[in-house]
């Protein structure tokens, strides 16, 4: 049975929670232990999905088609764990799933509340899958004291109360400012937090406090007298240059010995970390760089687009180089030359995206790339623009378009669509998509095989004819119009097994130009960058050489 770790944090937000449970994850990993993470968000929306990327970051989704936090993206980065379904749930899902037990009668008539009905469902979907690993940790979101993280700080208690002692424990992250008047560190944020939680009835038994400055002995001690943590329980927790170095760092600082210890786990197994000495070295001693352009939407808030900057940095670390990253502002140039925005760069990078907003501006760099020779990779939106932009300006489609932005205007202002909603095989079913929809978790979602053309470029990168890789769109491009694409050098290298939805495209006149319909990003790891990824940043460094 899992020994469950619960992560809470206090003070402020964006502390680090995600990172700092999935840097302990991969050092339990090192030790020998098999991990999963959960992450438990007290907001109302049933998931992310139908969150603005500049409210909540990017929607990383998993094999299995849910749409997640972006922190169960860090979880898998550092331990290579495939997320579920059953690792990310919200406030939203949680009264969503005690209402339809509710209508059902499932209640038999009584009352329902938030204790004990609520608390009830968190602890069910806690209990999910605990004899498969030896570790269960489990992040809260938000801050002790949001009043919507209540439910879930209660059930916490009660779960950690139900199992037997020394099967659960808490971890607090906290904040420990630094005011430059008086050249001091200040602890008593850390103590009111901590008395917030011990409020509750949680009592942590680790603090990892986040500081600019190290915290001196004196300070150390005060929290821990203060907090009723021990000393050698208190971590702390640096800002890094590279979030690749939290493993590192956390074990260092002692934070995976403490874990094992406020467990009773002793001797505990030496850690093997030669796989995260090797991605630090790669980190800070690389041997070159390239310019890669991202031109999006959401370039203002860069979380919107956190897994595809993350498996840029894996893909420099597979060349052993740095990978500057400049953010593109696809709306620049809607209605202006690319040339001035785009020009010396090594390559460009166009992610996925949902509406028109933009478009105009990522057909150009799709343009700019296919005539100036510079590596393009489109991803999900990214590839609609290389198809349409292949259809306008080389087919002779001049008003070539998506179903997607006819629809938003109200009626038909591009013939032909080259991109409208489609049908498609989900397990042994049918699924159809209509433009009235709900927009919540009705996409294309999760993994999906595709077939690759031999002896195409992306058969070549891969290493193979076949690949599963996750998906989230609705739209899809009319296989009517791949006749008339591939005669002009746009070849579909990677369909579905069905033949039917096209996955892959890639111009074979080009250095390297391809456009996928799924999401590599999500799949990227910096001990295992995607091959995608590798071989783009490979790409950028010929065209660097060539410059």
Not at 349 to 365: C, D, H, N, Q
Not at 381 to 389: K, R, S, T
Not at 472 to 494: C, I, N, P
Not at 514 to 529: C, D, M, N, R, T
């Amino acid at each position: 049975m899992a020994r469950y770790i619960f992560i809470t944090g206090g003070v402020v937000s964006s502390l680090g929670k995600g990172l700092a449970s999935a840097a302990l994850g991969a050092l339990l990993q090192a030790r020998g232990y098999s991990v999963r993470l959960r992450k438990l968000d007290p907001y109302l929306n049933v998931d992310p999905g139908t969150m603005s990327p500049f409210e909540h970051g990017e929607v990383f989704v998993t094999d299995d088609g849910a749409e997640t936090d972006l922190d169960l993206g860090h979880y898998e980065r550092f331990t290579g764990v495939p997320a579920r379904k059953t690792d990310s749930v919200s406030s939203g899902r949680i009264y969503s799933n005690v209402l339809e037990k509710e209508r059902r009668g499932d209640y038999l008539g009584k009352t329902i509340q938030v204790v004990p009905h609520v608390t009830n469902e968190i602890k069910e979907f806690l209990a999910i899958g605990e004899d498969e690993v030896d570790f269960m940790l489990c992040e809260i979101g938000g801050t002790v004291g949001d009043i919507e993280g209540l439910p879930f700080f209660e059930a916490i208690r009660q779960f950690a109360h139900d199992k037997p002692r020394g099967q659960c424990i808490f971890m607090h992250l906290t904040l420990l400012p630094y005011l430059a008047a008086s050249g001091e560190l200040k602890t008593k944020p850390t103590q009111h937090s901590v008395k917030e939680l011990q409020s509750i009835g949680i009592a942590p038994d680790i603090l990892v406090c986040r500081s600019e400055h190290p915290i001196p002995e004196k300070e150390r001690e005060k929290i821990a007298l203060f907090c009723n943590v021990r000393k050698q329980f208190v971590v702390a927790a640096y800002d890094l240059k590279s979030i690749y170095e939290a493993p590192l760092a956390y074990h260092d600082q002692g934070l995976d010995q403490a874990v094992l210890d406020a467990f009773g786990i002793s001797p505990a197994p030496a850690p093997k970390l030669d796989m995260w000495h090797d991605v630090y070295d790669r980190i800070h001693n690389p041997e070159g760089h390239v310019k890669i352009a991202i031109v999006g939407k959401y370039t203002q808030l860069e979380d919107a687009y956190k897994s595809i900057a993350e498996a840029l940095t894996h893909g420099g670390m597979a060349n052993r180089v740095k990978v500057k990253i400049e953010w593109v502002d696809a709306e620049l140039f809607d209605s202006k030359d690319a040339a001035p925005f785009l020009q010396g760069f090594h390559a460009i990078l166009v992610p996925g995206g949902f509406g028109e907003r933009g478009t105009e501006g990522k057909i150009k760099a799709a343009q700019f790339a296919r005539e100036k020779q510079i590596p393009y990779l489109g991803i999900c939106l990214g590839m609609q623009m290389a198809v349409i932009e292949a259809a306008r300006n080389v087919a002779g489609m001049d008003k070539a378009g998506s179903e997607e932005f006819d629809h938003e205007a109200g009626g038909k202002r591009f013939e032909p669509v080259v991109y409208h909603l489609k049908e498609w095989v989900q397990g042994n079913h049918m699924v159809a998509r209509k433009t009235d929809d709900d927009k919540g978790g009705t996409m294309r979602l999760g993994a999906y095989d595709a077939t690759l053309v031999e002896g195409s470029k992306v058969a070549q990168i891969y290493g193979g004819t076949t690949i599963e890789e996750r998906h989230r769109h609705r739209y899809e491009v009319d296989t009517k119009y791949r006749d008339v694409l591939e005669k002009v050098g746009l070849q579909f290298s990677g369909m579905s097994p069905d033949g039917k939805l096209p996955e892959i495209v890639e111009w074979k006149d080009h250095p390297w130009f391809i456009g996928v319909q799924f999401h590599p990003e999500l799949k990227s790891k910096p001990f295992a960058p995607h091959p995608l990824f590798a071989d783009f940043v490979r790409a950028a460094v010929e065209t660097s050489r060539l410059v």
